[in-house]
């Protein structure tokens, strides 16, 4: 470990500390959005990975920015997780909400928070994930935040003390180690040659919040500054194997809480209709993401525990095709841009 870092750091965070760490995280996700979107292959190769996560918290970046006074760490997560629940889009968006619950529920009664607390809130985030997740696969967003978590766990029971920012550097290095670990644990990748870009997206998240830890003044507004990986291998078979075709996630406002009995088989509803679900119930909302060839059963279902609210359906198969036309065209202009350097 670096012995410089800690004379610049914190020993606690503080609320608007953690603010604007999220801030920076959020900023860091939008700044490398395209680039993320071009590592997506799993669970659909629809290439929206990277704006789903950038929309999902830039929802809840909006909500911090109206906290002008001074917050505890208590109110700023619990003020992002709700906002990140209510806007979450796609896969990764709503495993990314799940991650900040569990971790606003971590640092509930806290005024500060210090790194026995962060590497808590994010094990508690990683549980909640991985609770709400029907089918977890390994080698995905998940298991960056699980192995990350693990790491901080294991700092925390360590007699030396670090400090705040010490122990999100040492979260990011090991999220970094958990992301290079992937295309190892999910054949797909490895075969498109990409890593997680869930985990990319979370990477790129923890990175941003490190930087609000350090106090950098973080202001990501261009969205082209990196050329981004090489086209990935991702042939038009892969549309055929899109089993179910369309992206469904609604928000049902309930008229009453959901039961845990209710919720199981709600759940078992779903998974009749599609794969990659993902449900999360609080006391008023349930948030509900499915993959489904018939969208309209689940909204149908959805609509006998209440009224719905931000509802999507997007047809995978389309993006899907929209990205092989991106990713011709990125090659050919590759292509044509070397044959220019060669001549000259």
């Known amino acids: ?15 608007t500390q953690l603010r604007d760490a999220f801030i920076s995280g959020a900023n860091s996700i939008s700044n490398c959005r395209q680039q993320v979107d071009a590592l997506n ?67 509930e009664g806290k005024e500060e928070a210090d790194a026995k607390d962060i590497a808590n809130a994010l094990s508690m985030g990683v549980t909640a994930a991985y609770k709400a997740v029907m089918k977890p696969t390994e080698g995905t967003i998940l298991t960056v935040a699980r192995l990350a978590g693990e790491h901080a766990q294991q700092l925390a029971a360590q007699e030396e003390q670090l400090t705040a920012a010490q122990m999100w550097k040492e979260i990011l290095v090991s999220a970094q180690d958990a992301l290079a670990q992937t295309p190892e644990m999910l054949p797909v990748l490895k075969e498109a040659g990409v890593v997680d870009s869930g985990g990319q997206g979370l990477l790129e998240v923890y990175h941003g919040a490190y930087d609000g830890f350090l106090g950098k003044e973080i202001d990501y507004t261009q969205f082209d500054k990196a050329k981004g990986p090489a086209v990935t291998k991702i ?8 089993k179910f075709g369309y992206c469904t996630e ?35 909302i349930v948030k509900v993401h499915v993959h489904t ?15 719905l609210s931000r509802m999507k359906i997007d047809n995978m198969r389309e993006e899907h095709q929209e990205k092989l036309i991106k990713d011709a065209e990125k090659m050919a202009k590759e292509q044509a841009e070397q044959e220019e350097k060669e001549e000259a």
């Open 41 to 107: 292959v799993f669970p659909v190769p629809d290439g929206d990975t990277g704006t789903n996560m950038s929309m999902t918290i830039n929802a809840a970046k909006r909500e911090l920015e109206t906290l002008r006074d001074d917050p505890t760490v208590e109110q700023v997560a619990k003020k992002a997780a709700s906002a990140l629940l209510r806007g979450a889009r796609g896969n990764s968006g709503v495993i990314l909400s799940l991650l900040f619950r569990g971790f606003s529920k971590g640092l």
């Open 293 to 307: 060839n018939h969208p309209g059963q689940a909204i149908e279902k959805a609509l006998t525990f209440g009224a």
């Open 1 to 15: 470990m670096d012995e410089s870092f800690g004379k610049e750091c914190i020993i606690v965070i503080k609320g």
């Open 250 to 284: 609604f928000i049902i406002l309930l008229n009453q809480p959901m039961s845990e009995e209710t919720e199981h088989e709600f759940k078992k509803f779903l998974m009749s209709l599609g794969d990659s679900i993902v449900l999360v119930a609080d006391d008023e």
């Open 235 to 242: 042939d038009a078979q892969t549309e055929a194997d899109i």
